[in-house]
């Protein structure tokens, strides 16, 4: 097969006048060439802001470049000179990609943002110009045909029926008419999927309760106060300011005694989208769902959910609701009973009102208190966060898999908050690099999230790269990071991701890591949620930031007998988003726009999950997964994987608990694996039966007794 420079790929494929930018990319920009840092790690302090859109348009001129040289090969097809070149293609665009989206989603600003508005249609089209090749597809499509006859090997056979159902699920199949409406319909997504993201960033910082009477924060502690008083003085503005997060409830709603606060910091998080301004996001979710209706009836399928869900382990929406729905009864009914127990102090204080959502944490706060005489003042001080992370998250790796980490202090970052830790594995060998940026920030986008600069690949000669992001609340400056258990749960959770990418052992990047289904990704991050709570995990690192002794016996007896308080709530909340994506998404073809607070209604009441004291964890406004990321059709996934996961856990309980052994049986044959081999057989092999939810419904008090910890 003939071979380009990159300088020849580039003049090459940027003869496409829709890619002009790539004109201006040259040995000077920083994604040139790969980098020289450990690992190939990004070179953010040789990075500028204007080095990424040439370099973007660059990477897909040179991929398409490469896609039209496999596509007109003379040559027979082959597994070499189509799959392999495939799989070595695009190597300049994914490395700007990668390092573009990592300072997007977490150190953004208005230049960046205009960069992104201007690729993301490109880039959907992009996408389309590869897996709408008809050449392209002719080629795969004679190697899958031939597979049963090509002694390929395991990975090399399941890349190949990977590409090829990829292919047929974007429309490869399609005439030549529907692909080009097809194209149309993608980059018009794409768009408004980015028009979105931007939206709920401006609306969720324009959102932050702001106020100049300290009295209306009574019940905040006096380091939470200092930190909302540091929030207003970076704003530029008077008094205090409590930043949204992303969810619909909010942190401190759970200590705020001033109901009028409570509720006006609620209402700003629910209304955050919808005030029909710039920032209201409900003309573009309505559009966004009849675009994928549109684009799953020329696709074939009955609704966008049924397209989407093919390819992941629950196959069908009728399925994934079937789970959902079965669990709901009791979720609600537990939610019920949770509420009776709220009601019940509030009337016992004379408040005088019925439970609003804005009232749920504060008064559930004051049962868990009561009834396991515990609260977050007392657990908070056990949980500063670099000892969370040190002698917790990277311990229980350790335990598990024989991992070690060391700080690199030397290898830059895209904002002072960074850290960056090199990983070893058992043997001393050099596994990985690990970014870890946990502080909130008004231009990072809501949530906690793991991705990757550089992904695992021995065909490519990569070793992982990976970062956890989050929302944790930054400190005033001099005061120590303590966070409540809830976070910490959130580090071990996104830590389970980044093992998942660290642990990546397979010849192609496709199938590499997290590159798998939805509703199975989740299971490695739910699953190391687990070991947080494990005794020998929590007294290492459960330890007072002043004195360093560890949290008492009866703290901690306390704290694990309160492990299933307040699921009813939690697993109601979850479902509701869950079916509310669910039904969005199983819209037919021929659906008129909707108006989104009266479908999400609708939907709810449908669903049996209209509770008045249980909102959404998302509404449908401000509910990014679905919209900006790439949760659509498939949030349920979230509670899919919570089934594999404590069910996982209850097969580390029942064969000799957190060990060496077990932990390396799950690395070798999960972990490791990445997509290599059908998901659900992989997991079936590596637990000796199919999973059930039994594990799922006692761990979260659905069912009348839970397995010990």
Known sequence: MTTLSTAEAIAQGSKNPALAAAADFGP???????????FQSPPFDKI??????????AGMAQQQAEIQLIAGDPAPPTFDN???????SGQLLERV???????TGANTNPALQKVKTIEAPKLAAHQDFIYLNTKLFA?????????????????SLRLVEYYYDKFVHAGANLSEADKIELKKLNEEASSLSNTFTNKILAATKEGAYITTDKAALAGLSETRIAAAAQAAKGRGAE?????????TQQPDLVSLSDRATRQAIFERSWNRTEHGDANDTRGTIARLAQLRAQKAKLLGYSSFAAWKLEDQMAKTPEAALQFMDAIVPAATAKAAREAKDVQAVIDAQKGGFRLQPWDWNFYAEQVRKARYDLDDSQVKPYFEIDNVLQNGVFYAANQLYGLTFKERREIPVYHPDVRVFEVFDANGKHLA????????????NGGAWMSEFVGQSHLLGTQPVVYNVANLPKPAEGEPALISFTDVITMFHEFGHALHGMLADSEYPTLSGTATARDFVEFPSQFNEHWALHPAIFSHYAKHYKTGAAMPAEIIERLTKAATFNKGYDMTELLAAAELDMQWHSLPPDTPHHEPDEFEKEALEKTHLNVSYVPPRYRSSYFSHIWGGGYSASYYAYIWTEMLADDAYQWFLENGGLSRAGGDRLRGMVLSRGNTEDLGKMYESWRGAPPNAKAMLNYRGLEETAPAK
């Open 28 to 38: 000077s920009n920083p994604f040139y060439a790969p980098s020289t840092l450990p």
């Open 48 to 57: 500028k802001d204007g080095d990424f859109q040439p370099a973007i348009e």
């Open 82 to 88: 189509t799959f392999t070149a495939m799989e070595k």
């Open 97 to 103: 990609s990668a390092a573009f989206n990592g300072v």
């Open 139 to 155: 080629r795969v499509s004679a190697i899958y045909k031939q597979r049963a006859t090509l002694k390929l090997d395991p990975e």
């Open 239 to 247: 008094g205090f300011v409590i930043p949204l997060q992303n969810t």
């Open 433 to 444: 690099l690990f970014y870890c940026d946990y502080f909130k920030r008004d231009n990072k």
